[in-house]
């Protein structure tokens, strides 16, 4: 029996924990965590990321309707956590996380060159939903390391090891083992 919760929750779990850059107007770039975000289309490729007004890169982000999705592994958790709780307004996230900002492709918003992924993104279109505003985006460019890459041309998930966040008790978690692939339940 499950057990019927009062306050309708965000207990849709684990989300991916990303860190999303800007760039603003007078060139300086920021960088935050984001555990809000997701595919939204497969063509066009597009992605959305929920923000708070309040937060920094909000107002970049709004202003230049660019940005960057980059995908942190396990081992950078430190950075990502130091990237979701301190503010651009009174810390270099780059330099105190130890991130390495790169040259995009088609956006002004760096990469972070210790991502092994990373997506370069064009907001279509924003709404506000009550605390968070929504961006939805369409992918530009899309980067993976090369040494990642099968002789397919698609990337080895598990040597990327994805980092996780669960709202419900605040913590990142490893992505894990591969359970089934698309389709296994149709040749049984």
């Not at 555990?35 to 992605?47: D, H, Q, V």
């Not at 002004?108 to 060159?113: K, N, T």
């Not at 939903?129 to 998930?157: C, K, Q, W, Y």
């Amino acid at each position: 029996m499950k057990t019927h919760i009062p306050n309708p929750s965000t207990f849709m779990l684990p989300t991916p924990a990303v860190l999303v850059t800007c760039r603003d107007s007078n060139g300086k770039a920021n960088v935050l965590t984001l555990g809000w975000t997701g595919i939204i289309c497969s063509e066009p490729p597009m992605l959305s990321i929920s923000i708070r007004p309040s937060r920094l890169s909000h107002g970049i982000i709004k202003a230049t309707r660019e940005f960057t999705v980059n995908m942190p592994t396990t081992d950078l958790v430190k950075a990502v956590d130091l990237c979701g709780a301190a503010s651009g307004r009174d810390v270099d996230k780059f330099k105190a996380a130890g991130l390495t900002p790169a040259k995009a492709a088609v956006v002004a918003a760096p990469l972070i060159e210790e991502c092994p992924v990373s997506l370069e993104c064009k907001v279509t279109q924003t709404m506000l939903l009550g605390v968070h505003e929504l961006f939805l985006a369409e992918i530009v460019a899309t980067h993976v390391r090369s040494d990642l890459m099968d002789n397919r041309g698609r990337p080895h998930t598990e040597a990327i090891t994805p980092l996780a966040y669960c709202p419900t008790d605040h913590t990142y978690r490893a992505v894990g083992e591969v359970v089934g692939r698309f389709g296994f339940a149709k040749t049984e």
